[in-house]
């Protein structure tokens, strides 16, 4: 079990508001799956319509979306979808916005319904921290604070969030905007004004850098959302500071059994890596990072038995350094030592030597 806030989740990983939690079916259907909670579509003073239509793939494992918040009316899931999501045993995170007005008439129907949490959220970062303290003037449950994806220097907004009450922080929300073109038509792919938001693994590496940048400041918890799609991920996410690892876009696309596996696989790399549990490695890269070590090159690993000769090494070099014949070759007076073959090269047989 793995505690949050007090309470006892089952695995780390958090669903992000999102489609997938339109109801409390749909939020069952998730922890039924393995979800540790599940965050709510956000609930406003008045329901969405959106635009059709308003989600597209943009690689095998990312989207581009332009849906609003929930399709429900707040007397819904204040009367009905929160209490059955207590019925069904699901933990629920209750997502509350956009401004001021709306949060502070909602949270304390919200938390009377049942919610777990609440997960503030705004298109705009300088009505959350008034939303905030609003909130914990009124709640007893635990208040989560979730970022849009473009803050001004986000790790000390972030201890500003800390110091004003926040319970933990989510980082972040989707990237854009961003679209898509039908080269058939011209048209964008999406109705509405046919703009959107980036979501999936293409972010993942921008989600990192917040979490890590976020770790550096505050010591409440942090969801890491934005891009994990595998354990691997998951366990980046962890290593850079993350204390639970928010998915959803993957979900959409593999469906609800993907969350097992994803956990699975984090545990296998625990297993594999010797750390054992999330705690033994969380925010691990911190103290790999604050020195720079400018060199010109390193030295090449190579194991022969793990190699399947795919020569996506060779292919991928720039200089032409590398060839793969006989025996790996590397032409040293070409190389840049750009690092590159190693990280294309899957079953990991190339590698460089680390200095300890």
Request: glycine share 8%; net charge neutral.
């Amino acid at each position: 079990m793995y505690n949050f806030l007090g309470k006892e989740l089952k695995s780390p990983f958090i669903i992000g508001s999102g489609p997938l939690t339109y109801s409390a079916y749909g939020c069952k259907i998730l922890s039924d799956a393995g979800a540790g909670a599940v965050v709510t579509k956000t609930i406003r003073k008045s329901r969405a319509i959106n635009p059709a239509p308003h989600m597209v793939r943009d690689t095998n494992n990312a989207l581009i979306n332009n849906e609003k918040w929930t399709d429900f009316e707040p007397e819904q899931w204040i009367d009905y979808e929160i209490p059955q999501m207590k019925k069904d045993g699901t933990v629920c995170i209750a997502s509350v916005g956009h401004t001021l007005e709306e949060s502070s008439k909602l949270v304390e129907k919200i938390e009377k319904a049942g919610a777990d949490f609440i997960e503030l959220v705004s298109y705009d970062y300088n009505d959350l921290i008034p939303m905030l303290k609003d909130a914990k003037s009124k709640v007893n449950i635990p208040v989560i604070v979730k970022l849009p994806p473009m803050v001004d220097d986000i790790a000390n907004f972030c201890k500003a969030l800390e110091e004003a009450g926040a319970d933990a922080i989510t980082a972040c929300d989707s990237v854009g905007p961003a679209f898509r073109i039908d080269i058939e038509t011209g048209r964008p792919l999406l109705g509405g004004d046919g703009f959107g938001w980036l979501s999936g693994e293409v972010i993942k590496p921008i989600t990192l850098h917040k979490i890590y940048k976020i770790r550096q400041k505050v010591s409440i918890p942090i969801i890491g959302l934005g891009g994990c799609i595998n354990g691997d991920d998951a366990l980046e996410m962890v290593m850079a500071g993350a204390d639970f690892i928010g998915i959803c876009s993957v979900v959409i696309l593999k469906g609800a059994d993907v969350i097992s596996r994803i956990h699975k696989e984090l545990n296998t790399n625990l297993d594999r890596l010797g750390y054992g549990n999330i705690e033994n490695v969380r925010g691990i890269v911190h103290k790999h990072m604050g020195t720079k070590n400018e060199k010109e090159n390193f030295e090449f690993t190579f194991d022969e038995d793990k190699c399947i000769r795919c020569k996506m090494c060779e292919k991928v070099c720039a200089y032409h350094a590398r060839k793969l014949n006989e025996k790996m070759e590397l032409n040293e007076n070409e190389c840049r030592y750009c690092g590159l073959c190693i990280s294309v090269c899957k079953p990991k047989a190339l590698g460089r030597k680390l200095e300890y």
